[in-house]
C-alpha cells in the first residue's frame, strides 16, 4: 500500500470539488432563463454589471490555468487542435468541456456564440502553461550544457510563479467584484454566497450575454430574463433579503 501524498490530494481534490458544484448547479437549471434570472437578480447594476463583464473572465481564466497543470486520472488523452501545441487532457479540458456543453443545451444560440470564446480562454491558459514548463526545461538545459547544477529552484518555483500568478487573479477577479461592484455599486450579496456553484456556472454566460444584449443581439430572451430578475428580486425582498433595490419594489 502506498500512500498517495497530501499535495497530489489537493492538486486533484480542488478541480473535482469545482467540477462537481458546476455539473450540480447545472443540472438545478430547467433553462437558459432560470439560469440568467438567478444570476441577474445580484447583478443589475450597469456599473457592476461591467465589473463582471472583464471580471468573471478572469476568475474562469485563471482556474483554466491552475487545473491545466494537472492531467486527468486514470485516463490519457492527447490533445491536439489549433492554436496550442499539443498537450495532454487536463482538468481544466474538462471544464472547458462542460461549459460548452451545458451552455449549448440550454440556448444552442448562445452556447455556440460562446464556444469561441471559451476556446479563446482554454487555449490561452494552456498555452502559458506550455510557455513557463518550455522555458524551464530551456534553463535546465543551459546549465546542463555548462556543467552546473542541476536548478532546482526554476522547476518548481517556475511553476510555482505562474500557479501564484494564476491565484492573484483569480483574488482580483472575486475581489473587484465583490468590494467595488456589490458592496458599493450593487449594495447586495454576491451572488457566490447565496450559491457557490450557480454563481460559477451562471456568471459566464451572464457575462457573455450582457455583450450580446449590448450589441442588440436576442433582445427577447434579455426581455425574459429581465422579468425573471423582477419575479425573483420580489421574492428574496419578501423573505427578507437586504438589498438596497429592495426600495424600488412593491413588496406588499
Not at 187 to 196: C, E, I, N, Q, V
Request: include cysteine; aromatic fraction near 14%; proline fraction near 5%.
Amino acid at each position: 500500500y502506498t500512500m498517495i501524498p497530501a499535495s497530489t490530494l489537493f492538486a486533484h481534490g480542488v478541480p473535482m470539488f469545482i467540477h462537481f458544484v458546476v455539473i450540480r448547479a447545472f443540472l438545478s437549471f430547467p433553462s437558459i432563463d432560470d439560469a440568467l434570472g438567478f444570476y441577474g437578480v445580484y447583478h443589475r447594476d450597469p456599473s457592476n454589471q461591467l465589473i463582471h463583464f472583464f471580471g468573471v473572465p478572469l476568475i474562469i481564466w485563471s482556474l483554466l490555468v491552475g487545473f491545466s497543470h494537472v492531467d486527468l486520472p486514470l485516463i490519457s488523452i492527447s490533445i491536439n487542435i489549433p492554436g496550442v501545441a499539443k498537450h495532454n487532457a487536463t482538468y481544466a479540458t474538462l471544464l472547458s468541456g462542460i461549459y460548452v456543453l451545458f451552455y449549448t443545451y440550454l440556448d444552442t444560440f448562445g452556447g455556440l456564440l460562446y464556444t469561441p470564446f471559451a476556446y479563446a480562454l482554454y487555449i490561452s491558459a494552456v498555452s502559458i502553461k506550455l510557455k513557463y514548463e518550455g522555458d524551464i526545461q530551456s534553463i535546465k538545459t543551459k546549465n546542463a550544457n555548462a556543467n552546473a547544477k542541476p536548478s532546482t529552484s526554476s522547476s518548481s518555483s517556475g511553476s510555482g510563479r505562474l500557479m501564484k500568478m494564476a491565484v492573484a487573479l483569480h483574488v482580483l477577479g472575486w475581489g473587484v467584484q465583490i468590494v467595488p461592484g456589490h458592496a458599493y455599486f450593487e449594495g447586495a450579496t454576491p451572488a457566490a454566497l447565496k450559491s457557490f456553484g450557480g454563481a460559477l456556472s451562471s456568471a459566464p454566460l451572464f457575462a457573455y450575454y450582457e455583450g450580446l444584449w449590448f450589441l442588440g443581439l436576442n433582445k427577447e430572451l434579455q426581455q425574459r430574463t429581465q422579468k425573471l430578475v423582477d419575479q425573483y428580486t420580489v421574492d428574496v425582498c419578501r423573505n427578507g433579503e437586504n438589498m438596497r433595490v429592495c426600495a424600488e419594489y412593491d413588496l406588499n
